[in-house]
């Protein structure tokens, strides 16, 4: 069992740093989220729809982590221009809070109210590192299929809130609203579950809306 | 650097142990196939397809990995008729080799020629651990887009195919199939890549007759 026992302890010191994240976060006055999913769910497409009917409002930076390639970081940069850098995992599966501490200190702090993690894609493992974030918004994408909260719970355990995403393409999949919904409330009770097609910039505005009322409930 | 250490001697370990299965497989005269993909890229769909077109040549047996939950196993059952099991890796990332052994003795091969095995339904961790299978199968959905080879280098590395799925949506969605070939060869210069559409039947035959002369070639 000494896998395990490591394991734990590798845990266990991360919920400590993201103690010291928060402290850093409370202090600057910025909100924090992880935005997590399977790869190519959407993440890089409803964020920018996300920052863009924020940013008038909310100074935003953006932390694109991925294993290998710039693309999202420069598709963001593009697409919204909001500072944003990239951070390489060098194979990793997962963002640590180290990781997530080296990386908002390389984005910079200063003159920022809101920062996007976009995490690596891959629906196990960040689950289980606390990054320091306020919050974690998950997203389910349509074509995965509606039974993903049965198979991979602690993702959906550990949501703050849940955006299926790519509903416009439902009708070609076997993809049930209400099936999903009781799949997440399985796992999760709490979590309020949002319908977007960022693509199309449908529900985009209703999800802009709750992240705006918990970034206003925090951090003014 | 401890935790590098550390991994690289649970990586180890399990190369080990992968050569102990291979002899096992081997002496029965197994073909293992281990297949991999992001979560919801349609491995169930394609591997029902690619056992009823090969179970009347040769005795086939699946294991189904998964975190939780036993849809897979039930809906494989069901369709193919072939003798399945459900694994449940207890919110682990990936199959040890360690798992993949006792997961081939609970399913029994006594009287099996082929054994696949549906890897839990993720792009990264699954690749660093040889199952001990013959063969690497992995899958690229449409939806996911065809720049995955570019952020998950390793999976597409270890593949020994690569099949994509859901060509039949590529119309909808931003996926070019030369992009994608060229973003494979990046990663795998010798890995076929094969389209499909299994929920229409489509290029699971050409697939079934690759998977058939390797197995061939290998076990009679």
């Not at 200063?110 to 891959?122: A, H, P, S």
């Not at 995403?165 to 999949?173: Q, S």
């Not at 009781?182 to 319908?195: D, E, G, L, S, T």
């Amino acid at each position: 069992m000494k896998t395990v026992l490591i394991k734990e302890d590798i845990l266990s010191r991360n919920n400590e740093r993201a103690k010291e994240v928060r402290d850093v976060l409370r202090r600057e006055h910025i909100y924090y989220i992880n935005v997590m999913s399977s790869p190519g769910a959407g993440k890089t497409t409803l964020l920018t729809g996300l920052i863009n009917a924020l940013k008038e409002e909310f100074r935003i930076g953006v932390i694109e982590a991925d294993i290998d390639s710039d693309t999202d970081a420069l598709a963001m940069e593009h697409a919204t221009g909001v500072k944003t850098i990239q951070m390489h995992t060098g194979g990793a599966c997962h963002i640590t809070c180290q990781m997530s501490m080296e990386a908002l200190e390389a984005l910079g702090l200063e003159g920022l109210d809101v920062v996007f993690l976009e995490n690596i894609g891959n629906l196990v493992c960040p689950a289980e590192f606390d990054t320091g974030s306020n919050m974690n918004l998950v997203l389910l994408s349509v074509p995965e299929g509606d039974d993903k909260p049965l198979k991979y719970p602690l993702m959906f355990e550990v949501a703050s809130a849940v955006a299926v995403t790519k509903t416009d393409v439902a009708p070609i999949f076997d993809f049930d609203r209400e099936t999903a919904i009781k799949n997440v409330r399985f796992r999760n009770p709490q979590a309020p579950v949002f319908f977007t097609a960022a693509a199309k910039n449908e529900g985009v505005k209703t999800l802009a809306e709750f992240l705006r009322g918990e970034i206003k409930k925090t951090i003014q």
